[in-house]
């Protein structure tokens, strides 16, 4: 056969096997998303993380604030997908460059909201891979995930890069998870000689979680979380992050929750016990527990949420406060407050009056929230009453954190698309006497455009 | 030989974008009005948002055994869940 024949008759074989290639490869392309506005007039909202404002003659102003995500899902088969999530955040206006109010997403001028726009705004929330295994019949994720505890989020619900495995045996499923949140390995310095690479300082969690379908209307579930935290090790260094998070060496946590519903109501307890050492000094012993749920009443549903965070006010023996990952990746949201905990609608400013750490600094809280929502049509709306209280008193005596009363209304526009407006207030209680005597009562109004596809 | 080849490559990128064009004219003749083009709806590519497939996977699920078999039903719902699940991580409060 002579070259040009041996050349045609590749090029034949070549485009057979594109076009007998081409259903294979197919994809499957999801995309969804969602894009929110939010306005606010208020006297307690500083931007970003920074905490609801407790202050004698807080100024009101009026502030914007818009969220994108974006995902895309390239779906081989019902087997195969690829998750990417990315997340746009702009203030309007944008945030001053010096404002440590901002968070990561927005400060140091990352922010399109300024004149002209055109800053790097884009994060990356999501990118792993969903695979179920062949070999195991076991669910894989692998890569940068979102995970939440079973706890309601009172411990950890965060995006953090790990792998994932969950495996169902008839009414039983099987979670057994790890995740590295932190690789803190100092840079290798001109001859230093000390320094190893990475994985040296690091903080893992281990899970190990198990749901048992009881029957159709009950599901009770057990969990084991283990902390291992290097990276506090690393803190004496010069060259080492000075910062650890979280702020102890060793944590175990066990807890028991259930999903139950009878009838018209959803109730869901849980309880969990965390022993560990803080330091090589001080031992960890801490617990939790609580529950939500939700009845359904006339057109619409009351729901109801409750916790208590273990505290301790003095700093001699064991450690007796709930621990927490970071106060930034904890959450209650079935409060459905605005103030007093981080509101569940939040976008960029995503914060409480005790900067969301539910541990108020080691004291402890407890949180009591009730309140009803319903729909009429195309209109819905909420109404919600909340307490909350550290456990234990604070250094001048005190204990009440406040009191707050909210309502919202809201009409759909188109079927992704929803209008509301929400106001919010709190009755400042006695926690903050010692700090801010004179302080006003927060509040706020809020006005929202929430669009997702 | 050469003349085979030929026409068995020519038929092969023939028969592809014939494939191609008659789909698209069976999908959007000239004779319609281009509702994709006028009022975006009923597009070539058109997907569904997360509300409607979520609707979708219900009304599918309600069909029940008369058309699913149950191994069926079961995946539906499972896809139901995880679309429920997408729609809470993107609406998700915090960083």
């Known amino acids: ?129 969903d695979f179920n295994c062949p070999i195991t019949g076991a669910n894989f994720k692998v890569g940068s995930q979102p995970w939440t505890d079973a706890y309601q989020s009172l411990f950890l619900s965060a995006d953090m890069t790990g792998v994932y495995a969950t495996k169902k045996y008839d009414a039983f499923t099987g979670s057994l998870g790890w995740f590295r949140f932190d690789d803190n390995t100092p840079a290798i310095a001109a001859g230093d000689t000390t320094n190893v690479g990475a994985g040296k300082y690091t903080a893992d969690l281990i899970v190990v979680d198990g749901k048992y379908a009881l029957n159709k209307d009950i599901t009770l579930g057990a969990s084991y979380y283990n902390i291992q935290n290097d990276t506090a090790l690393t803190s004496a260094t010069t060259t080492a992050p000075t910062v650890s998070i979280p702020n102890y060496e060793l944590l175990h946590m066990i807890g028991l929750n259930a999903d139950m519903k009878f009838g018209d109501a959803v109730v869901k307890p849980f309880a969990a016990y965390q022993f560990g050492e803080k330091n090589s000094t001080t031992d960890i012993s801490a617990y939790a527990f609580g529950a939500t749920g939700k009845v359904k009443a006339g057109p619409g549903s009351v729901n109801f949420a409750a916790y208590y965070l273990s505290g301790d006010n003095n700093n001699t023996g064991d450690v007796k406060s709930f621990q927490t990952v970071t106060a930034g990746t904890t959450y209650f949201n079935a409060a459905n ?87 919010a207030y709190v009755f400042l209680g006695n926690y903050f006497d010692a700090t801010a005597p004179d302080a006003d009562n927060p509040y706020l109004f809020n006005v929202q455009l929430s669009y997702a596809f | 030989m050469r003349r085979v080849m030929l026409v068995l490559i020519g038929s092969l990128f023939l028969a592809t974008s014939t494939g191609t064009v008659t789909t698209a004219f069976a999908q959007q003749t000239q004779a319609e009005k281009n509702e994709c083009l006028l009022a975006s709806k009923n597009c070539k590519d058109q997907v569904d948002d997360i509300y409607k497939r979520m609707q979708r996977l219900d009304k599918e699920i309600k069909k029940g055994t008369k058309v699913y078999t149950p191994q069926e039903l079961k995946r539906l719902q499972e896809k139901l869940a995880e679309t429920q699940q997408t729609l809470k991580d993107l609406e998700k409060p915090g960083h």
């Open chain 1, 1 to 129: 056969m002579s070259f040009q024949k041996k050349l045609l008759a590749f090029a034949a074989v070549s485009a057979l096997s594109a076009a007998t290639a081409v259903p294979a490869m197919a994809l499957e392309n999801e995309f969804h998303g969602m894009f929110k506005f939010m306005g606010y007039q208020t006297n307690a909202l500083q931007g970003g993380d920074a905490k609801v404002l407790a202050s004698d003659d807080a100024r009101s102003g009026f502030f914007a604030e818009q969220r994108a995500r974006i995902m895309y899902i390239a779906k081989a088969n019902d087997n195969l997908k690829l998750v990417t999530h990315f997340e746009l955040d702009t203030r309007f206006g944008g945030i001053k460059v010096t404002d440590g109010k901002g968070y990561k997403g927005t400060y140091n001028g990352n922010d399109s909201g300024n004149l002209d726009a055109d800053a790097l705004t884009l994060e990356t929330k999501n990118v792993y891979l």
């Open chain 1, 337 to 423: 407050m605005w103030l007093l905990q981080r509101p569940n609608q939040a976008i960029n400013t995503s914060t409480s009056l005790v900067g969301n750490d539910n541990t108020a600094k080691g004291l402890g809280t407890t949180g009591v929230f009730a309140g009803y929502e319903g729909t009429m049509d195309k209109v819905f709306y909420n109404a919600n009453a909340g307490y909350m209280m550290t456990n234990k008193k604070n250094a001048a005596g005190d204990k009440s954190i406040g009191t707050e009363i909210n309502a919202q209304v809201g009409y759909k526009l188109y079927d992704n698309l929803s209008a509301s407006v929400a106001g």
